[in-house]
Protein backbone atom coordinates (compact mmCIF):
# COMPACT_ATOMS: atom_id res chain seq x y z
CA UNK A 1 0.00 0.00 0.00
CA UNK A 2 1.39 3.22 -0.82
CA UNK A 3 1.62 5.91 1.96
CA UNK A 4 -1.49 7.88 1.19
CA UNK A 5 -4.76 6.12 0.88
CA UNK A 6 -6.03 6.08 -2.69
CA UNK A 7 -9.55 7.30 -3.13
CA UNK A 8 -12.50 6.62 -5.71
CA UNK A 9 -15.84 8.84 -5.73
CA UNK A 10 -18.24 7.37 -7.89
CA UNK A 11 -20.79 10.03 -9.98
CA UNK A 12 -20.16 13.58 -10.79
CA UNK A 13 -23.32 15.72 -9.05
CA UNK A 14 -23.69 17.51 -5.88
CA UNK A 15 -22.59 15.61 -3.04
CA UNK A 16 -19.47 14.46 -5.17
CA UNK A 17 -18.23 17.56 -4.92
CA UNK A 18 -17.68 17.51 -0.71
CA UNK A 19 -16.61 14.15 -0.89
CA UNK A 20 -13.91 15.60 -3.33
CA UNK A 21 -13.11 18.29 -1.22
CA UNK A 22 -13.01 16.15 1.95
CA UNK A 23 -11.17 13.14 0.72
CA UNK A 24 -8.30 16.13 -0.71
CA UNK A 25 -7.70 17.99 2.49
CA UNK A 26 -7.64 15.19 4.21
CA UNK A 27 -4.06 14.84 5.23
CA UNK A 28 -4.10 10.72 4.70
CA UNK A 29 -6.15 11.05 1.50
CA UNK A 30 -5.94 11.19 -2.32
CA UNK A 31 -8.35 11.18 -4.81
CA UNK A 32 -7.18 9.11 -7.55
CA UNK A 33 -10.32 8.45 -9.59
CA UNK A 34 -14.17 9.58 -10.45
CA UNK A 35 -16.80 7.72 -12.21
CA UNK A 36 -19.11 8.74 -14.68
CA UNK A 37 -20.98 7.83 -17.42
CA UNK A 38 -19.19 10.19 -19.36
CA UNK A 39 -15.13 10.76 -18.96
CA UNK A 40 -15.69 14.42 -19.71
CA UNK A 41 -17.53 14.86 -16.71
CA UNK A 42 -15.25 12.88 -14.47
CA UNK A 43 -11.95 15.00 -16.44
CA UNK A 44 -14.26 18.46 -15.52
CA UNK A 45 -14.82 17.50 -12.21
CA UNK A 46 -11.14 16.82 -11.30
CA UNK A 47 -9.83 19.66 -12.87
CA UNK A 48 -12.62 22.07 -11.10
CA UNK A 49 -10.90 20.90 -7.64
CA UNK A 50 -7.20 20.83 -8.83
CA UNK A 51 -6.64 16.88 -8.68
CA UNK A 52 -3.69 16.78 -10.74
CA UNK A 53 -3.51 12.90 -10.20
CA UNK A 54 -7.27 11.78 -10.68
CA UNK A 55 -7.97 9.59 -13.68
CA UNK A 56 -11.61 9.55 -14.93
CA UNK A 57 -13.30 5.74 -15.14
CA UNK A 58 -16.42 4.94 -17.02
CA UNK A 59 -15.99 1.46 -15.92
CA UNK A 60 -16.85 0.53 -12.06
CA UNK A 61 -15.12 -2.84 -12.80
CA UNK A 62 -11.89 -0.89 -14.32
CA UNK A 63 -11.78 1.49 -11.44
CA UNK A 64 -11.88 -1.53 -8.61
CA UNK A 65 -9.44 -3.29 -10.56
CA UNK A 66 -6.80 -0.39 -9.44
CA UNK A 67 -4.36 -1.19 -6.38
CA UNK A 68 -4.02 2.52 -5.79
CA UNK A 69 -7.66 2.92 -5.30
CA UNK A 70 -8.64 2.39 -1.15
CA UNK A 71 -11.82 4.01 -0.28
CA UNK A 72 -14.71 4.33 -2.26
CA UNK A 73 -17.56 6.84 -2.00
CA UNK A 74 -20.71 6.15 -3.46
CA UNK A 75 -22.60 9.04 -4.41
CA UNK A 76 -24.62 8.25 -7.14
CA UNK A 77 -28.41 8.03 -7.27
CA UNK A 78 -30.34 5.67 -4.77
CA UNK A 79 -31.20 2.70 -6.75
CA UNK A 80 -27.41 2.44 -7.83
CA UNK A 81 -26.19 1.77 -4.32
CA UNK A 82 -26.36 -1.80 -3.30
CA UNK A 83 -24.78 -2.80 -6.59
CA UNK A 84 -22.09 -0.47 -6.52
CA UNK A 85 -21.33 -0.96 -2.44
CA UNK A 86 -21.87 -4.60 -2.63
CA UNK A 87 -19.10 -4.34 -6.39
CA UNK A 88 -16.71 -1.82 -3.59
CA UNK A 89 -16.77 -4.46 -0.73
CA UNK A 90 -16.27 -7.81 -3.11
CA UNK A 91 -13.35 -5.69 -4.59
CA UNK A 92 -11.85 -5.33 -0.75
CA UNK A 93 -12.09 -1.38 -0.87
CA UNK A 94 -13.61 0.34 2.07
CA UNK A 95 -16.94 2.09 1.47
CA UNK A 96 -18.71 5.34 2.03
CA UNK A 97 -22.82 4.86 0.84
CA UNK A 98 -24.54 7.70 0.33
CA UNK A 99 -28.09 7.54 1.94
CA UNK A 100 -30.42 5.45 1.20
CA UNK A 101 -28.12 3.25 1.04
CA UNK A 102 -30.84 0.57 -0.29
CA UNK A 103 -34.47 0.98 -1.17
CA UNK A 104 -35.67 -2.77 -0.45
CA UNK A 105 -34.76 -5.09 2.39
CA UNK A 106 -33.62 -7.41 -0.26
CA UNK A 107 -31.08 -4.56 -1.59
CA UNK A 108 -30.36 -3.37 2.35
CA UNK A 109 -29.50 -7.55 3.28
CA UNK A 110 -27.29 -7.73 0.61
CA UNK A 111 -25.37 -4.80 0.92
CA UNK A 112 -25.04 -5.21 4.94
CA UNK A 113 -23.90 -9.36 3.90
CA UNK A 114 -21.60 -8.05 1.02
CA UNK A 115 -19.67 -6.05 3.65
CA UNK A 116 -19.82 -8.16 6.51
CA UNK A 117 -18.30 -11.07 4.39
CA UNK A 118 -15.80 -8.94 3.03
CA UNK A 119 -14.45 -7.44 6.18
CA UNK A 120 -14.09 -3.89 4.49
CA UNK A 121 -14.66 -0.94 6.56
CA UNK A 122 -18.29 0.57 5.79
CA UNK A 123 -19.94 4.62 6.70
CA UNK A 124 -23.32 5.73 5.60
CA UNK A 125 -23.66 9.43 4.59
CA UNK A 126 -25.29 10.11 7.71
CA UNK A 127 -23.39 13.27 8.29
CA UNK A 128 -25.96 15.31 10.68
CA UNK A 129 -24.41 13.21 13.49
CA UNK A 130 -21.41 16.29 13.26
CA UNK A 131 -23.68 18.84 13.19
CA UNK A 132 -22.93 21.35 16.08
CA UNK A 133 -26.25 21.21 17.66
CA UNK A 134 -25.99 17.31 17.30
CA UNK A 135 -22.86 17.39 18.78
CA UNK A 136 -23.82 19.13 21.33
CA UNK A 137 -27.05 17.47 22.43
CA UNK A 138 -24.89 14.48 23.10
CA UNK A 139 -23.20 16.10 25.38
CA UNK A 140 -25.89 17.08 27.16
CA UNK A 141 -27.30 13.80 27.47
CA UNK A 142 -23.91 12.69 28.52
CA UNK A 143 -24.43 15.02 31.33
CA UNK A 144 -27.72 13.87 32.53
CA UNK A 145 -29.17 17.14 32.07
CA UNK A 146 -31.99 15.03 30.45
CA UNK A 147 -32.66 12.22 32.23
CA UNK A 148 -34.62 9.36 30.81
CA UNK A 149 -35.52 9.85 27.64
CA UNK A 150 -38.93 9.26 26.89
CA UNK A 151 -39.89 11.10 23.84
CA UNK A 152 -37.48 11.98 21.06
CA UNK A 153 -38.63 13.94 18.15
CA UNK A 154 -36.95 15.07 14.30
CA UNK A 155 -38.30 16.21 11.28
CA UNK A 156 -36.65 16.82 7.84
CA UNK A 157 -38.93 19.38 6.19
CA UNK A 158 -37.00 20.43 2.93
CA UNK A 159 -38.86 21.93 -0.63
CA UNK A 160 -36.96 19.64 -3.05
CA UNK A 161 -38.83 21.62 -6.02
CA UNK A 162 -38.07 21.29 -9.45
CA UNK A 163 -35.13 24.19 -9.09
CA UNK A 164 -32.98 21.14 -7.71
CA UNK A 165 -30.43 19.37 -9.67
CA UNK A 166 -31.14 15.44 -8.41
CA UNK A 167 -35.00 16.71 -8.67
CA UNK A 168 -35.68 14.40 -12.15
CA UNK A 169 -34.66 11.59 -10.65
CA UNK A 170 -35.46 11.58 -7.18
CA UNK A 171 -39.23 12.53 -7.82
CA UNK A 172 -39.77 8.46 -9.88
CA UNK A 173 -40.16 5.86 -7.45
CA UNK A 174 -37.50 3.73 -9.11
CA UNK A 175 -34.74 6.37 -8.40
CA UNK A 176 -36.54 8.03 -4.92
CA UNK A 177 -38.55 5.32 -3.23
CA UNK A 178 -40.34 6.89 -0.62
CA UNK A 179 -39.87 10.61 1.05
CA UNK A 180 -38.61 8.86 4.19
CA UNK A 181 -35.87 6.71 2.44
CA UNK A 182 -35.02 9.43 -0.03
CA UNK A 183 -34.37 12.31 2.70
CA UNK A 184 -36.57 11.60 5.74
CA UNK A 185 -33.83 8.79 6.99
CA UNK A 186 -31.44 11.76 8.35
CA UNK A 187 -34.31 12.22 10.63
CA UNK A 188 -34.77 8.90 11.29
CA UNK A 189 -31.21 8.68 12.03
CA UNK A 190 -31.20 11.24 13.99
CA UNK A 191 -33.65 10.21 16.52
CA UNK A 192 -31.70 7.03 16.83
CA UNK A 193 -28.58 8.59 17.63
CA UNK A 194 -30.14 10.38 20.30
CA UNK A 195 -31.85 7.43 21.53
CA UNK A 196 -29.35 4.42 21.40
CA UNK A 197 -32.53 2.47 21.72
CA UNK A 198 -33.71 -0.25 19.32
CA UNK A 199 -37.06 -0.15 17.78
CA UNK A 200 -39.73 -2.28 17.81
CA UNK A 201 -42.86 -1.06 15.91
CA UNK A 202 -43.83 2.25 13.60
CA UNK A 203 -46.85 3.32 12.34
CA UNK A 204 -47.02 5.86 9.33
CA UNK A 205 -49.42 8.23 7.46
CA UNK A 206 -48.06 9.83 4.19
CA UNK A 207 -49.72 12.40 1.73
CA UNK A 208 -49.46 14.75 -1.32
CA UNK A 209 -50.87 18.34 -1.08
CA UNK A 210 -53.78 18.82 -3.21
CA UNK A 211 -52.85 18.78 -6.95
CA UNK A 212 -49.79 16.99 -6.34
CA UNK A 213 -47.99 20.35 -7.21
CA UNK A 214 -44.62 19.41 -7.61
CA UNK A 215 -45.32 15.32 -9.14
CA UNK A 216 -44.18 13.35 -6.97
CA UNK A 217 -44.57 9.67 -7.80
CA UNK A 218 -44.76 8.71 -4.10
CA UNK A 219 -46.13 10.85 -1.29
CA UNK A 220 -43.79 13.80 -0.92
CA UNK A 221 -45.41 14.15 3.14
CA UNK A 222 -44.95 11.40 5.71
CA UNK A 223 -45.62 11.26 9.45
CA UNK A 224 -43.82 7.94 11.36
CA UNK A 225 -44.55 7.13 15.05
CA UNK A 226 -41.92 4.72 16.24
CA UNK A 227 -42.28 2.85 19.96
CA UNK A 228 -38.94 1.87 21.12
CA UNK A 229 -37.80 -0.33 23.57
CA UNK A 230 -39.13 0.45 27.50
CA UNK A 231 -42.02 2.46 25.68
CA UNK A 232 -40.23 5.06 24.32
CA UNK A 233 -41.55 6.75 21.84
CA UNK A 234 -40.44 8.95 18.79
CA UNK A 235 -41.85 11.19 15.69
CA UNK A 236 -40.43 11.65 12.34
CA UNK A 237 -42.37 14.27 10.14
CA UNK A 238 -40.77 14.20 6.62
CA UNK A 239 -41.73 17.06 4.26
CA UNK A 240 -40.85 17.89 0.51
CA UNK A 241 -43.36 20.07 0.00
CA UNK A 242 -42.19 21.90 2.72
CA UNK A 243 -43.35 25.84 1.82
CA UNK A 244 -40.96 27.93 3.82
CA UNK A 245 -36.79 27.55 3.89
CA UNK A 246 -35.29 24.16 4.86
CA UNK A 247 -35.37 23.37 8.56
CA UNK A 248 -34.72 20.33 10.55
CA UNK A 249 -36.65 20.90 14.12
CA UNK A 250 -34.77 18.50 16.60
CA UNK A 251 -36.95 18.04 20.45
CA UNK A 252 -36.08 15.42 22.73
CA UNK A 253 -38.29 15.03 26.22
CA UNK A 254 -36.44 13.36 29.35
CA UNK A 255 -37.50 13.11 33.28
CA UNK A 256 -34.95 15.78 33.66
CA UNK A 257 -35.56 17.55 31.43
CA UNK A 258 -36.47 19.38 27.36
CA UNK A 259 -34.27 20.53 24.61
CA UNK A 260 -35.91 22.11 22.04
CA UNK A 261 -33.45 22.31 18.91
CA UNK A 262 -30.64 24.81 20.93
CA UNK A 263 -32.56 25.76 23.64
CA UNK A 264 -32.84 23.46 26.95
CA UNK A 265 -34.90 23.42 30.23
CA UNK A 266 -33.00 21.27 32.84
CA UNK A 267 -34.51 20.49 36.39
CA UNK A 268 -30.60 19.69 37.42
CA UNK A 269 -30.28 23.81 37.16
CA UNK A 270 -31.77 24.92 40.27
CA UNK A 271 -32.14 28.35 39.54
CA UNK A 272 -32.76 28.22 36.14
CA UNK A 273 -36.62 29.83 35.72
CA UNK A 274 -36.45 29.87 31.47
CA UNK A 275 -35.43 28.36 28.24
CA UNK A 276 -31.27 28.73 28.25
CA UNK A 277 -30.49 29.16 24.72
CA UNK A 278 -26.75 27.42 23.19
CA UNK A 279 -25.62 29.67 20.20
CA UNK A 280 -24.56 26.97 17.78
CA UNK A 281 -24.78 25.39 13.96
CA UNK A 282 -28.14 24.26 13.90
CA UNK A 283 -28.90 22.07 11.04
CA UNK A 284 -30.83 24.45 9.62
CA UNK A 285 -29.87 24.19 5.62
CA UNK A 286 -30.37 21.82 3.02
CA UNK A 287 -27.13 23.28 1.22
CA UNK A 288 -24.69 20.33 1.03
CA UNK A 289 -21.90 22.57 1.30
CA UNK A 290 -23.61 23.33 4.91
CA UNK A 291 -23.31 19.40 5.67
CA UNK A 292 -20.25 18.38 7.65
CA UNK A 293 -18.86 16.02 4.77
CA UNK A 294 -15.13 16.91 6.07
CA UNK A 295 -16.04 15.19 9.88
CA UNK A 296 -17.59 11.99 8.59
CA UNK A 297 -14.77 11.58 6.18
CA UNK A 298 -12.17 11.80 8.70
CA UNK A 299 -13.61 9.60 11.18
CA UNK A 300 -13.90 7.28 8.08
CA UNK A 301 -10.47 7.32 7.47
CA UNK A 302 -9.94 6.67 11.16
CA UNK A 303 -11.98 3.67 11.39
CA UNK A 304 -9.50 2.78 8.32
CA UNK A 305 -6.38 3.09 9.23
CA UNK A 306 -7.00 1.82 12.83
CA UNK A 307 -9.24 -1.14 11.58
CA UNK A 308 -12.34 -0.14 13.49
CA UNK A 309 -15.77 0.08 12.82
CA UNK A 310 -17.57 3.12 12.50
CA UNK A 311 -20.62 3.92 14.54
CA UNK A 312 -22.52 4.66 11.31
CA UNK A 313 -21.40 1.48 9.44
CA UNK A 314 -24.03 -0.32 7.23
CA UNK A 315 -24.89 -2.21 9.71
CA UNK A 316 -25.88 0.55 12.25
CA UNK A 317 -27.66 1.89 8.82
CA UNK A 318 -29.57 -1.14 8.56
CA UNK A 319 -31.53 -0.24 11.40
CA UNK A 320 -32.70 2.91 10.18
CA UNK A 321 -33.76 1.67 7.03
CA UNK A 322 -35.51 -0.98 8.56
CA UNK A 323 -37.72 1.65 10.44
CA UNK A 324 -38.34 3.80 6.33
CA UNK A 325 -39.02 0.10 4.89
CA UNK A 326 -41.72 -0.54 7.97
CA UNK A 327 -42.96 2.88 7.70
CA UNK A 328 -44.19 2.48 4.05
CA UNK A 329 -45.23 -1.13 4.47
CA UNK A 330 -47.51 0.41 7.69
CA UNK A 331 -49.19 3.61 4.94
CA UNK A 332 -49.94 0.56 2.03
CA UNK A 333 -51.82 -1.63 4.98
CA UNK A 334 -52.86 0.74 7.20
CA UNK A 335 -51.14 -0.91 10.45
CA UNK A 336 -48.69 -1.09 12.84
CA UNK A 337 -45.51 -3.04 11.90
CA UNK A 338 -43.08 -4.69 14.11
CA UNK A 339 -39.55 -4.73 13.51
CA UNK A 340 -36.80 -6.11 13.38
CA UNK A 341 -38.25 -6.92 9.93
CA UNK A 342 -38.62 -10.64 9.11
N1 LIG B 1 -25.73 12.92 3.10
C1 LIG B 1 -26.35 14.00 2.69
O1 LIG B 1 -26.57 14.95 3.44
C2 LIG B 1 -26.81 14.09 1.27
C3 LIG B 1 -27.23 15.31 0.72
C4 LIG B 1 -27.67 15.31 -0.60
C5 LIG B 1 -27.67 14.14 -1.35
N2 LIG B 1 -27.26 12.97 -0.78
C6 LIG B 1 -27.25 11.70 -1.52
O2 LIG B 1 -26.11 11.65 -2.38
C7 LIG B 1 -26.46 10.93 -3.57
C8 LIG B 1 -26.14 11.81 -4.77
O3 LIG B 1 -26.91 12.99 -4.68
P1 LIG B 1 -26.53 14.29 -5.54
O4 LIG B 1 -27.28 15.41 -4.94
O5 LIG B 1 -25.07 14.39 -5.71
O6 LIG B 1 -27.22 13.88 -6.93
P2 LIG B 1 -26.86 14.45 -8.37
O7 LIG B 1 -26.35 15.85 -8.24
O8 LIG B 1 -28.00 14.17 -9.24
O9 LIG B 1 -25.62 13.53 -8.81
C9 LIG B 1 -25.73 12.15 -9.01
C10 LIG B 1 -24.61 11.72 -9.95
O10 LIG B 1 -24.72 10.32 -10.15
C11 LIG B 1 -24.32 9.98 -11.49
N3 LIG B 1 -25.30 9.07 -12.09
C12 LIG B 1 -25.09 7.78 -12.43
N4 LIG B 1 -26.20 7.24 -12.95
C13 LIG B 1 -27.14 8.18 -12.96
C14 LIG B 1 -28.48 8.21 -13.39
N5 LIG B 1 -29.08 7.11 -13.92
N6 LIG B 1 -29.17 9.35 -13.25
C15 LIG B 1 -28.59 10.46 -12.72
N7 LIG B 1 -27.29 10.48 -12.30
C16 LIG B 1 -26.58 9.34 -12.41
C17 LIG B 1 -24.25 11.28 -12.24
O11 LIG B 1 -22.90 11.49 -12.60
P3 LIG B 1 -22.49 11.29 -14.14
O12 LIG B 1 -23.55 12.04 -14.91
O13 LIG B 1 -21.17 11.94 -14.23
O14 LIG B 1 -22.51 9.83 -14.38
C18 LIG B 1 -24.75 12.36 -11.31
O15 LIG B 1 -24.00 13.53 -11.38
C19 LIG B 1 -27.92 10.54 -3.41
O16 LIG B 1 -28.01 9.25 -2.91
C20 LIG B 1 -28.47 11.54 -2.39
O17 LIG B 1 -29.55 11.04 -1.63
C21 LIG B 1 -26.81 12.95 0.50
Same mark, same amino acid.
Given at each position: *????? @?????????????????????????? %????????? $???????????????????????? %???????????? +???????????????????????????????? $???? =????????????????????????????????????????????????? =??? $??????? &???? @??? /????????????? $?????????????? /???? =? @?? +?????????????? &?????? *??????????????????????????????????? *???? &??????? +?????????????? #? *????? !? #????????????????????? !????????????? @?? +???????
Amino acid at each position: *MSELL @GAAILGTGDVSGEYIKAFHKNPHTEV %RAILSREAA $RAEAKAREYGLERCRAYTSLDELL %RADDIHVVAVCT +PHHLHVEQGVACAQAGKHVIVEKPVALDLEGL $RKLD =RAIREAGVRSAVGFVLRWNPLAETIQAILAEGLLGDLYYVEADYLHGIT =RDY $RLYPWLR &QRAF @GGT /ALLTAGCHAVDAV $RWFLRKEAREVFCY /ANAS =R @GN +PLDYEYEPNSVVLI &QFEDGV *MGKVATSLEHMAPYTFPITLMGNRGVIRDNRLFTK *MWPG &QTGWAVI +PTVLPDSGAVTHHP #F *MQLVA !H #FVDCVLSGTESHVNVADAVKT !HEICLAAEISKLE @GR +PVKLPLA
